[in-house]
């Protein structure tokens, strides 16, 4: 039946080439309104053209409505928007950056079934214009104090160094994430290097290759450093530089996706849960929430689909804490458990171009000083990427990073008043470097219920219930 | 007098594989694969058994390599760190020498070699010829007790990326000559690892299809590393392939111009 279409369509085509070479000079016989030459001398074409290609259109509509008549077409009467989630759903991921696609990735990897779990990422906004994972500076580095940041370092520059195996699909092309081997370089002034003394032994006891430096083995390996006011350097060795975040993001998605992670995009506006009262030891009466389905509404429009769910993760970023409070975290009594919020709030923070012809070259570290100020090279034309205002700028972009007001360190894990929502949230400006590693740890915490190669319970909610703050000192 | 004969059927063998694997990484090449290749894929987009087989070779392929480059743990504790770095080069079809010794130690053909680096006990490895092995980030474990290595031939080798380069700061004392040439995994950004080698007297970056603008990171290089001689052959820096482009641009930019015109009357 196509083929006949076919077949019409190519017989229409020469035969309108002979039709219209006729109708040419009859009408240039009526315009000129006597016998005149044949010839036409307008530059324009014809108005009997137009019959031809719209007979072209109106075959080639007639054509599609019978496809799509045929059995096999996925044309139905009533218009579903197809870009609405399922309406069930293992985990719903809510929250579509790199920590989000990477736990997605995890989950994927670790189900024993094919299509063992199903996952849904929600993602409000395709563009990412303002999420946290493509306004970061890329920066990956071990040079930390506390272990677990630097085990789970170590593990992301593990996972991204045979990234081609984790992530490669088949017949698709390697990824290319144009990662520069440069290693952090850390100055301190007097009052902190007691400090770095300090980071710099855990780190080599966590296996981190870093070393330190004097100000004269400083000025002899950067002769470019101003060392003024400079006592100690901790310059990393191995497993330190800079990548493109966009690349490790589609990486994940792409390899997610093809492993049968649903995408949608749509925003996370309301949770349906059931609430049971527990009363604790002291006989405190508390409110456990279970969350049943999540409500996610379709962009700019009142569309809406309640996707039930057994699990959910919260990897919003910048947006986690609005997200908790729609489950009424935050809003309880103050002195009890539901009194305290997720204490994670989106801050703005400046990335700045500048240019420098003269710079120092191929061999930039990725410069941290003691006040805050970082740069790092980008490119070969002599860009350099700053953190805290200079006075003339070539261009600047603003992102918000998800900024944990309480200690400034990753929340994982559960809440213990909501028993099937997850978070991964509250990374202050880490959550690119660690992506990889943290999808793995919430993954085994969902999948084998507890971790298994890192230990993270030290970045748990508990934390934040007992105001004990796990601070990293020497933070960016 | 055969050795150099050997040595040199074998990099012809080796530059094959070269050519193999890098067409394997790039599809950015202008001609379409050839048959077999297109009708692999047309195959693997259509049925999950093929995309499975294609995938277990694929598999079985990466852990031929990580069986190679496995830690000779083994060897190290009966024989001392020398020995297993030594048996290590000679497993992957590699060469080298003693510190003191002027013979090198090399297999043949077909991959057979002497007992008699046995000989020497405790004599680290001043020269190692890997060029044309499948060495890798983990193989270079088994080497990381040699440090007074001074020169490391790295020609032509598959699995050299920019990690393996980042790792080489563990020779940063000793290490005098390095060859990288005709490497294509190499990248700009393990280029930039290699500062940390501040005793590099030469070295060889010859050919590498990794980089984008070999001129201006050989200028960087340059700048880099003053006290290295650095050898960079096998580049096109005419100007003459922008030009070209242009006209096709220019001749592009006329052919749409006499399009709009003929479509849209006056």
Redesign the interface.
Known sequence: MSAMWRRLQVKVGPARGLLTSTQVTRRSTWLNGHLSLCQSF????SLRNDFFKDLETHMEAMRKKAMDALPGSSWTPLEINPNLPPERADIVIVGGGVVGWSIAYWLKQKEMVRGGVRVLVVEKDPTYSQASTVLSAGGIRQQFSLPENIHLSLASADFI?NIN?HLGV??E??I?L?????GYLFLASEAVAHIMEENYSTQRYAGA?VSLLSPTQLKE?FPWVNTEGVVLASYG???E?WFDPWTLLNAFKRKAISMGAIQCCGEVTEFKYTTSVITTTDGEKLDLRRIKSVKVQMPHSLEYQPVECAIVVNAAGAFSGKLTEMLGIGFGPKQSIAGIPLPVEPRKRYVYVVRCPDGP???TPFLIDYSGVYVRREG?GGNYITGASPEEVTSAWAGFYDYNTFDQNAIIGTHPLINNMYFATGFSGHGLQHSPAVGRAVAELILDGNYKTLDLSGFSFNRILTQEPKLERNIV | MSAPLTYLHRCCQRSVLLVVARRQ?S?NSASPPPLHRRLL?FL?QRFYDV?ML??WR?QAQ?SQLQKKNVYYSYTQRFYGPDIASAYYILSLKGGFRYVGQSEWFRTNQRGKFSWDFLNHKNTPIEEADMSYTIIN?TGLENLERQRSLRTLKLKGCPEVD??F???L?LFQDSLEELDISHCPRI???????L??L?GLKHLNVSSLPGIS?PG??II??E??LPQCQITANGYDHNLRKVEEEEEEQMQRQRSLCEETKAHN??
């Open positions: 307008s530059t324009g074409t160094r195996e088949l017949n092309d390697p290319d144009q990662f520069n081997h440069l290759k390996k060795l191995e497993n530089g070259g191929l061999d070969l | 990484w599809t894929l693997t995309e294609l995938r694929y990466r980030y920019d990690w380069l980042a790792r700061h990248t700009t950004g393990g280029l930039a690892a500062r940390n501040k603008n201006l990171v960087l290089l700048e880099m009357p006056v």
